[in-house]
């Protein structure tokens, strides 16, 4: 079964993006300058995000593909089809669709983004690992990567934190259910 992880920036304060998705704040935020994620990028065969991530991160990018050479899943309320280079639109429940993902064959899933999306796969126990990267810079406002919620989320384990130029970055690993109660 694929593996599916979260990888992706926060403010010191958990936003995602400004309340306006600007994503500005990240991109003026220094990094190591021999950091390198293919090693990360090469495990991984579907990439899943918003539509607002999407659009996002294609108006940065500019003329460049992004996330090249893997299948794109991009959540929407509005757009429909396979509008996009290497992938498809969807709408509906991300439980189902990283379900279905996750039978297939394949390398790993990585979601990107949002919040609703991750927060919601989180109340399922969806994700098997988290590498945030937490940016030096207060927004105050705006889109945060955990969404409010009633219940605990998940439990995870530090696997180990890094320094990536000016951003801190953990890696984590979800604590898997134990399937017998310690004995008291």
Do not use: C
């Not at 593996?3 to 306006?20: E, K, M, P, R």
């Not at 969807?90 to 899933?109: F, H, M, T, W």
Request: hydrophobic letters at 40%; charged letters at 25%.
């Amino acid at each position: 079964m694929r593996q599916v992880f979260f990888y992706g920036a926060i403010s010191l304060d958990g936003f995602l993006s400004s309340a306006t998705d600007d994503l500005q704040w990240l991109f003026d935020t220094s990094l190591d300058k021999e950091f390198d994620i293919s090693d990360f990028e090469d495990r991984i065969g579907t990439v899943v995000m918003g539509h607002t991530t999407y659009r996002e991160t294609q108006r940065l990018s500019g003329a460049e593909r992004n996330f090249p050479n893997k299948e794109k899943i991009v959540f929407s309320r509005s757009e429909k089809g396979n509008n996009i280079i290497e992938g498809n639109y969807v709408s509906g429940d991300p439980v189902a669709v990283i379900n279905r993902l996750k039978a297939e064959a394949g390398q790993a899933i990585w979601v990107v983004g949002g919040g609703e999306i991750v927060t919601t796969l989180l109340k399922h126990d969806l994700i098997d690992e988290l590498w945030i990267q937490i940016a030096p810079v207060v927004l105050g406002t705006g889109k945060r990567l955990f969404e409010e919620t009633e219940q605990e989320l998940k439990r995870f384990e530090l696997v180990s934190v890094d320094k990536i130029g000016q951003l801190s970055e953990l890696h984590l690993k979800r604590i898997q259910k134990s399937s017998t109660s310690p004995v008291n």
